[in-house]
């Protein structure tokens, strides 16, 4: 009987991967369910295995209670002062216990104790596998397709099962049973039946890992793989800097006749992959990410972080791309919101914009259309600019002279304080609702300022998005904390849909 313990708890600990010591925890669990099973009284019944020899001991044992509370089971609870009559130093909470003749293991080994020892067994599984996976997320991991379930697949990792969904996997790319795949390790989410690991291979993070893999350079930090944009299985793009002046970046990525780059394209299902070279200038930064097309002239705008390239008329389908392809994941490389215009499209834009400043001018200034014009001519776009840049600036323009330039800034200070209290008025008379104001994280301030622009209850601010906040320029608010307003104000939603679902 002992060997035959200890041969099971060496088989199961080296065929599912877990430590001895919770397999003898198992067992010790199940001869104790059965050594309560054999006794008609509802007692309680520990067991102890000797992990060198495989024997046990098993014992009887009461729940020492308070005098005071009722013996709701008698059969294993015994009031304190009795327990103290044998064990003096006996405490609430502890055990007395008593040895009892041990049960059979051999009868019961083909009834509750496998499946109380498989349970065991399967925890202790699902522990090792939070254990191991959860270190890993947003890292790539490597393994082969075991089957297909309604269009997910799933991909033993090696001693792990993981979930590769159909939205995570790469459109067309037709993956079959026994297929060796790499993937981003997304999520690891525990679940009764086991720990759920989620893989991705639309991820641009997927493409910055694989080239770090095929690039010795890029393993080793000599390039880095600074950001990637992608549209899985047609086209990618990754920025990368090389920290060696002697190694080009774009050339080590590609590799003699492309060999590294075609390995990383192989990988995700022949997605072309272009290489840009990183620039510190945001402007050159973007000409490269536009590659092949060539670009003109480049127009920066930092507030809105926004550039209006301009390009030839016979580049911009290229600089445009297929559908809009190529722009749209120059603009996700760089992080900037790029605008793609023709020659005359800009020269457009740009009377259109002067002739809106200008008209500004005139109405704020009060102004005729000559000095609107010349202000806008000399660069000026707002009202902050004639009564604030310093007067020296404003006297070199040939037509003004010191008594126009004082006379300008006074009234564009004057506009300035006038819009600023109309603002601080409009801010009064907005009326944020109760339910708007009770929002974790609102203040009374922001609350008024939204109210202002149209956003006084709950639900409104549910239905905006992020970038709508963000374009209120009279708070300044972060992306995160607008993305927690909006969530907070959302969280009735769930919870309807929750009592809903439960109904």
Not at 42 to 67: K, L, M, N, S
């Amino acid at each position: 009987m002992a060997n035959e313990i200890l041969l099971m708890a060496d088989v199961l600990s080296r065929e599912k991967g877990v430590e001895k010591g919770v397999i003898f925890q198992a067992i010790e669990a199940a001869l104790a369910t059965a050594t309560r099973k054999r006794h008609r009284e509802d007692i309680d019944a520990r067991v102890d295995i000797h992990r060198d020899t495989g024997d046990y001991d098993t014992y009887r044992r009461w729940e020492v209670i308070p005098d005071e509370d009722e013996l709701e089971f008698p059969d294993r609870q015994i009031r304190l002062t009795q327990a103290r009559l044998e064990h003096p130093e006996m405490e609430i909470g502890g055990f007395v216990e008593q040895p009892l003749e041990p049960v059979d293991f051999g009868r019961i080994a083909a009834q509750a104790a496998k499946q109380v020892i498989m349970q065991k067994v399967r925890e202790a599984e699902r522990e090792r596998i939070v254990f191991e996976y959860e270190p890993r997320k947003n890292e790539m991991v490597s393994g082969v397709v075991k089957r297909l379930e309604r269009g997910d697949a799933i991909v033993d990792l090696g001693g792990a099962e993981s979930v590769l969904s159909k939205s995570a996997m790469i459109p067309r790319e037709g993956l079959r049973p026994g297929d060796r795949i790499r993937a981003i390790l997304r999520d690891v989410r525990p679940v009764p039946r086991g720990p759920q690991l989620f893989l991705d291979r639309v991820s641009p993070e997927l493409l910055i890992q694989l080239f770090q893999l095929e690039v010795p350079e890029a393993g080793e930090g000599i390039i880095e793989t600074l950001s990637a944009a992608r549209d899985p299985g047609l086209r990618a793009k990754i920025a990368v800097k090389s920290n060696d002046p002697k190694i080009d970046p774009v050339g080590a990525c590609v590799g003699i006749r492309g060999s590294r780059v075609q390995s990383v394209s192989n990988e995700i299902a022949g997605e072309r992959v272009d290489i840009i070279k990183w620039s510190e200038d945001p402007a050159q930064f973007v000409i490269n990410a536009l590659a092949p097309a060539e670009v003109e002239s480049i127009v920066v705008d930092e507030e809105l972080k926004a550039m209006d390239v301009v390009v030839d008329e016979s580049q911009l389908s290229q600089a445009i791309g297929r559908g809009g392809q190529n722009v749209r994941l120059a603009s996700e490389l760089t992080g900037w919101e790029i605008n793609i215009l023709t020659d005359q499209e800009a020269v457009e834009k740009a009377e259109t914009e002067s002739h809106d400043i200008r008209g500004m001018l005139m109405e704020q200034l009060d102004v005729d259309e000559d000095v609107a014009g010349i202000l806008v001519q000399e660069g000026f776009t707002s009202l902050e600019e004639v009564a604030y840049v310093p007067k020296p600036e404003l006297l070199d323009i040939v037509e003004f002279d010191e008594e126009l330039v004082d006379e300008l800034r006074s009234r564009a200070e004057d506009a300035l304080v006038t819009r600023a209290i109309a603002q601080e008025e409009q801010l009064k008379l907005a009326e944020p609702q109760a339910d708007l104001l009770g929002l974790d994280g609102m203040d009374e301030h922001t609350g008024r300022v939204l109210a202002s622009h149209g956003i006084r209850t709950r639900e409104d601010l549910a239905e905006c998005a992020v970038d709508e906040l963000l374009e209120i320029s009279d708070i300044e608010l972060a992306e995160e904390r607008a993305a927690a307003l909006i969530m907070s104000a959302r969280a009735h939603w769930f919870e309807q849909a929750e009592v809903a679902e439960n109904e």
